[in-house]
């Protein structure tokens, strides 16, 4: 893995701390890891919308 600094508002640290301090992540970076990993697959699929040859109902 590597190592990446960022800034994040206060208020939203807070509310990933909240999230640490309920079980829901075990730490900061565990909860920052699975939002990148939400938006990565939120954008694959939005990707693969774009490339049906059909359209959707």
Known sequence: ???VTLR???QQIEEV???VDTG???N???AIRSAVR???NEQDGEQ???N???ARV
């Open 38 to 40: 939400e938006m990565l």
């Open 8 to 10: 994040i508002p206060k």
């Open 52 to 54: 049906r040859p059909f």
């Open 48 to 50: 693969r919308e774009q």
């Open 24 to 26: 829901e992540f075990p």
């Open 28 to 30: 900061r970076s565990e």
């Open 1 to 3: 893995m590597e190592r």
């Open 17 to 19: 701390e909240r999230m």
